[in-house]
């Protein structure tokens, strides 16, 4: 059976509606286009994001269950927060967004990684111009751990994280949670669940109510100093 699937014109930002998106495979929407700056803030403003694989082109998803977290009911495992008193790592926000970014993609091989070149030049130019963040975990001026995603209002949308030392990325979610919450984030998106973001604590929302909650909480801005470069935690105030 033949499948339609919208090819995005390269002079035109618009996209199709996340619910014209297929079942099998589930959420490809679209493909072509490319990664610039006003193209992936109007996907992630959509509810859509790019995921493709060597020698495919940029494809577009938007899956019928989207896995998020909710900061307000987030709790770190016990076993993370013994973990965080005995080892004191340091928590940052927005002090190395590139290296976390490189590392997210090092610790995959170019076969399983859809983090290559044009991706991480593509996402470092959204950091320069404010819409991409990134959380950094630090053991003796060490970066161990950390994640990135998009700013959308008050929603934010996951990317990727990473982990060179026990528990790092876990403690990034962790701090990081509390924090949009206490800045008025009201919901974290992490696109597709697995048994890693289940684990600590993600659960799905039908596409239907992602978008609702999303074309809500794209209008609402948390406050301006979420993501001022700062430290949510150092060593010395453990």
Not at 11 to 28: H, I, V, Y
Not at 220 to 229: E, G, L, S
């Amino acid at each position: 059976m033949a499948i339609y699937l919208t090819e995005l014109d390269s002079n035109n930002l618009s996209f199709p509606s996340p619910f014209e998106a297929l079942d099998d495979p589930n959420g490809l929407l679209a493909f072509g286009g490319d990664l610039s700056s006003a193209r992936l803030v109007t996907a992630y403003h959509n509810g859509i994001f790019p995921w493709y694989g060597p020698d495919e082109p940029i494809l577009w998803w938007s899956p019928s269950q989207r896995a998020v977290f909710d900061p307000k009911t987030f709790k770190p495992a016990r076993s993370v927060k013994k973990f965080q008193r005995k080892h004191q790592y340091q928590v940052s926000i927005n002090r190395a967004f590139d290296q976390v970014i490189d590392h997210c993609a090092a610790l995959r091989s170019a076969e399983e990684t859809w983090i290559n070149e044009e991706m991480r030049d593509a996402y470092k130019q959204l950091a320069q111009l404010g819409h991409c963040h990134s959380v950094e975990v630090w053991q003796q001026n060490q970066l161990i751990g950390g994640l990135y995603g998009l700013s959308v209002g008050q929603l934010f949308c996951g990317e990727s994280m990473f982990s060179l030392q026990s528990n790092a990325s876990k403690i990034a979610l962790w701090y990081f949670c509390d924090h949009f919450k206490q800045y008025g984030g009201k919901l974290i998106d992490c696109q597709v669940l697995n048994d890693h973001t289940q684990s600590l604590g993600a659960f799905e929302l039908p596409r239907e109510d992602f978008i609702k909650s999303l074309l809500s909480l794209r209008q609402q801005a948390v406050d301006k100093q979420c993501f001022q470069p700062q430290w949510l935690v150092q060593a010395e105030e453990q």
